[in-house]
């Protein structure tokens, strides 16, 4: 673990980071969370504009950079980012690394 | 339609001033400045200004909120808010969300003053997404709200409804309009008339809550609409907008050519255009007082980018009022379920 990372929570597994993505993707888009899937694609099944997913990667970062220091999403990796699984697999790959 | 503007109130609620992005514009820092300024003193409403203190100039004892970076006309909206957070347009946005602030008012970048206030005051709960609604003249009455003016390029039928809930209660804050009436912008008055969206959408609006709905309206209505609010989706709405401001300007030159033409015609201008004037000050963009973005958890009015200091105390004013006549508090009712 890196000298700048400490884990205040406990760490997150790949299904806690999907619901947490879910959930605030769903609180973003005022739509049922049940609606979402890891394939569901942020533009063409979630009608999720590019406003939508910074306030979607801004929650992100407040509610994991509360578990690991120094948490943060690229602005050049979103244009990456196209579905749900993409977001799901960016972020638990960055806790790993963070 | 009808019905009197709130005028402007010589105290804010709570003494909270109006927080003025001092760098955002064509003309920042001297006309947002010295708008600032004359709003504090001809309107008596309390401003404080955002941005780079040793690069506003004589600020005339105006209360100054320091902010070190400036967001310029060209950047990415989204992501310069996340890299600029010391940017006089995120600090304003967060001046109004720490109860700092009544509301703010920027001539800046607009899709980053949407973003800024989106992501620092927050969405209202129950608000899909935040719609720009600007004003547009009528002849013997208060402006009609046009939304979206460009916040939204796509739309669905569920946030056209919406921002027919949203418009109806800026109507209602800014011109005092007890029951508005909103018309949904098409190519016909008919209800079969329209792309999908639109068609959709007046099925909805006919039995949306919260709304008066009486029908289709044309481009042409634009200038003689018959309802308080237009709806539109942001695309149409932009180019609606602009191609209005276009045409007046064009009507307006070319009417100035023909009185310059001639001897015989610039004698009868001497006596047109003192009439002319007030009409033209009317459909004046910078004595409107900007655009208001509905939706979010705080009053923001975004000016037009080349606002000089009188466009600036009329989007002052604006900002002020509507807060004053609980703007946010209006929305958030106007969405929420019966």
Do not use: W
């Amino acid at each position: 673990m890196p000298a700048e990372t400490h884990v205040e929570k406990g760490p997150l597994g790949r299904p806690e980071v999907f619901e947490l993505i879910r959930d605030q993707l769903a609180d973003i888009l005022e739509i049922e969370p049940g609606s979402i899937s890891e394939s569901s694609s942020f533009a063409e099944d979630l009608d999720a504009d590019s406003l939508a997913l910074i306030e979607l990667v801004e929650g992100l970062e407040e509610e994991l950079g509360e578990r690991t220091v120094g948490f943060r999403i690229e602005d050049e990796d979103l244009e990456d980012l196209r579905t749900v699984r993409d977001a799901v697999d960016y972020v638990v790959a960055k806790l790993g690394t963070a | 339609m009808a019905a009197p503007r709130p005028g402007p109130e010589a105290s804010s609620p709570g003494g909270l001033p109006v927080a003025v992005d001092a760098m955002g514009g064509d003309n920042a820092p001297g006309e947002i400045v010295a708008g600032a300024r004359r709003a504090a003193e001809e309107l008596g409403i309390p401003v404080v200004l955002v941005g780079p203190p040793d690069q506003m100039g004589d600020t005339g004892g105006l209360e100054v909120l320091p902010a070190s970076e400036v967001i310029a006309m060209d950047d990415d909206p989204g992501s310069s808010v996340r890299r600029k957070k010391d940017s006089s347009l995120v600090r304003a946005a967060e001046a109004v969300r720490d109860g700092k602030a009544l509301a703010m008012v920027s001539a800046g970048n607009t899709g980053a003053a949407m973003a800024s206030a989106l992501l620092r005051m927050g969405r209202l709960k129950g608000v899909v997404r935040p719609a720009i609604a600007t004003p547009i003249p009528q002849l013997g009455s208060h402006p009609a709200v046009l939304l979206d003016a460009g916040a939204n390029a796509e739309c669905t039928p569920a946030m056209l409804v919406q921002f027919a809930q949203m418009g109806a209660a800026y109507a209602s804050a800014r011109y005092g309009v007890e029951a508005p009436t909103v018309a949904l912008l098409s190519i016909g008055e008919e209800k079969s008339k329209g792309t999908p969206l639109v068609k959709e959408t007046h099925a909805l609006l006919e039995d949306a809550e919260h709304v008066r709905f009486v029908g289709n309206v044309e481009g042409r209505d634009l200038l003689r609409s018959p309802a308080d609010v237009l709806v539109t989706d942001g695309f149409t709405g932009n180019v609606a907008l602009k191609t209005l401001e276009g045409s007046l300007r064009f009507f307006m030159d070319a009417l100035l050519e023909v009185f310059a033409s001639d001897e015989e015609a610039k004698a009868a201008a001497e006596v047109m255009l003192p009439r002319l004037a007030p009409l033209a000050a009317e459909f004046d963009p910078d004595g409107i007082g900007g655009a208001a973005l509905l939706g979010v958890d705080g009053v923001c009015v975004i000016s037009h980018g080349s606002s000089n200091a009188t466009a600036v105390v009329s989007a002052v004013r604006v900002a002020h009022d509507v807060a004053a006549a609980g703007l946010v508090d209006r929305v958030a009712r106007s969405v929420a379920p019966a």
